[in-house]
């Protein structure tokens, strides 16, 4: 069965650093998403994108982040100057269109922590 | 008022028992409604998508009631497998494209 699949699984940087994160989406998936957990909090959206562009992205999303898909098959989450309070577990998810319900399926997710 | 909210918990229930979760949004610009599984520290895994003429899959149940913005989901005959974290999901086209989770529900299932 198709999956999502996220490197590295567990990522560590001092603040201030820039990181990467990766994500490889299902291949005939057309919308990609990204997601943060901090622990014992709730699931929250970060940027949805299609078209090699962003469709939507929430107040988080600020000029601290970026997306980008560099070829066709990975998304990549960018967070410049991390902070400590960026520590979190950050989700990839993709969908295709079936019906329009754009059913999601999440990865693993890269748990990051900034000291 | 938040955009997606779940009933409080954690449900304690013993195996057998049926249980019910609600959700309500707030958002009319809302087109799609989901529920996810999400184990300890796991990613949230599909459960089912939910129609206004409802969804069955096996033990569960999903509903949908636009009119009053409302979504729901029955376990039947709960196992101790059952035992997670539910959340409801909800896509939104405001120009583009976002999905809101809710803050989730908490299961434990006991022999």
């Known amino acids: 069965e198709p999956e999502v699949t996220q490197t590295p699984s567990h990522q560590v940087t001092q603040m201030g650093q820039e990181v990467i994160l990766r994500c490889v989406p299902i291949?005939?998936?057309?919308?990609f998403y990204w997601y943060r957990q901090i622990l014992g909090q709730k699931v929250e959206f970060l940027v949805s994108?299609?078209?090699?562009?962003?469709?939507?992205k929430s107040e988080i999303f600020d000029d601290q982040f970026s997306v980008e898909r560099p070829d066709g098959s990975n998304f990549t989450l960018k967070i410049r100057s991390t902070k400590l309070e960026d520590s979190a577990m950050y989700f990839c998810?993709?969908?295709?269109?079936?019906?329009?319900?754009?059913?999601?399926?999440f990865g693993p997710g890269t748990r990051l922590t900034v000291t | 008022r938040k955009e997606v909210e779940q009933d409080p918990g954690p449900f304690n229930v013993p195996e057998g028992a049926t249980v019910a979760f609600n959700c309500t949004y707030s958002?009319?610009?809302?087109?799609?409604f989901f529920w996810y599984r999400q184990d300890c520290r796991k990613e949230p895994k599909l459960l089912m998508s939910?129609?206004?003429s409802g969804n069955e899959d096996g033990r569960f149940t999903a509903q949908l009631n636009r009119a009053s913005q409302y979504i729901s989901l029955l376990i039947r005959d709960s196992k101790l497998s059952d035992s997670a974290t539910y959340l409801c999901?909800?896509?939104?086209?405001?120009?583009?494209?976002?999905?809101?989770f809710g803050a989730g529900t908490r299961l434990f299932v006991k022999a």
């Open positions: 998810a993709s969908s295709g269109l079936a019906g329009s319900s754009y059913e999601q399926y």
């Open positions: 291949s005939n998936h057309l919308y």
């Open positions: 994108f299609y078209n090699n562009e962003i469709s939507e």
């Open positions: 958002n009319s610009a809302s087109q799609s």
């Open positions: 939910v129609y206004s």
């Open positions: 999901a909800v896509n939104m086209v405001t120009g583009g494209f976002k999905t809101i």
